[in-house]
Nanobody, 117 residues
Framework: QVQLVESGGGLVQAGGSLRLSCVVS????????LGWYRQAPGKQRELVAT???????NYAESAKGRFTISRDNAKNTVALQMNSLKPEDTAVYYC???????????WGQGTQVTVSS
């Protein structure tokens, strides 16, 4: 089955930046939707950003203006550039793949992002 592997998480001070990357083990197509979600301790997993094959993006309000999602279909990757990080961005970030017509999304194992004040 297809696997997603995230990388790029770490510890950063408030105001700093991180770039997360996710590699998909199989080819991704223009009709696949890729996204990033996050889950803080004791909280529900929430959407951060998604991107379609046509480049249409969707961001959580908290991410707008600070985060940028991008994808490279040739390299089977999706990235999340995070700038102006805040302590409230601290969470495990998960890569997500939704394939059109399939009931279940594919999730990565997650990468920890910790933002200190």
């Amino acid at each position: 089955q297809v696997q997603l592997v995230e990388s790029g998480g770490g510890l950063v001070q408030a105001g700093g930046s991180l770039r997360l990357s996710c590699v998909v083990s199989a080819s991704i197509f223009r009709f696949d939707v890729l996204g990033w979600y996050r889950q803080a301790p004791g909280k529900q997993r929430e959407l951060v950003a998604t991107i379609t094959g046509g480049g249409i993006t969707n961001y959580a309000e908290s991410a707008k203006g600070r985060f940028t999602i991008s994808r490279d279909n040739a390299k089977n990757t999706v990235a999340l550039q995070m700038n102006s990080l805040k302590p409230e961005d601290t969470a495990v970030y998960y890569c997500n793949l939704h394939k059109l017509g399939r009931a279940n999304d594919v999730w990565g194992q997650g990468t920890q992002v910790t933002v200190s004040s």
